[in-house]
């Protein structure tokens, strides 16, 4: 199982990006994912989480401008990121806990993407 993150570049404050983060592997289904954050200096914070159900939380000073959805036909979760501030830059982390084929068994497995680097200038 693999997850890569990607949709990070620089925006202008104000701007909106859209992140994805995207598993591939032997699935059989996407438990709970995160989408971390960690700017230099600073340890690596949750922003925003969702569940199989497809229930939410944000850290609350993302909440109104940022928005997490999946979607469970492709194996993809994405973080909406709109109304972007200097003190959103960071790199931005996904992680998943996932139920995967091994063999004749099912297992589980939590795992973590590379990371995609979000700036925002002023």
């Known amino acids: 199982v693999q997850l890569q993150a990607s949709g990070g570049g620089l925006v202008q404050a104000g701007g909106s990006l859209r992140l994805s983060c995207a598993a591939s592997?032997?699935?059989?289904?996407?438990?709970?994912v995160g989408w971390y954050r960690q700017a230099p200096g600073k340890e690596r914070e949750l922003v925003a989480a969702?569940?199989?159900?497809?229930?939410?939380t944000y850290v609350d000073s993302v909440k109104g401008r940022f928005t997490i959805s999946r979607d469970n036909a492709k194996n993809i979760v994405y973080l909406q990121m709109n109304s972007l501030k200097p003190a959103d830059t960071a790199v931005y982390f996904c992680?998943?806990?996932?139920?995967?084929?091994?063999?004749?068994?099912?297992?589980?497995?939590?795992?973590w993407g590379q990371g995609t680097q979000v700036t925002v200038s002023s």
């Open positions: 969702i569940t199989s159900g497809s229930s939410t």
């Open positions: 592997g032997s699935i059989f289904s996407i438990n709970s």
């Open positions: 992680n998943a806990v996932v139920l995967y084929y091994s063999g004749s068994y099912i297992e589980n497995g939590d795992y």
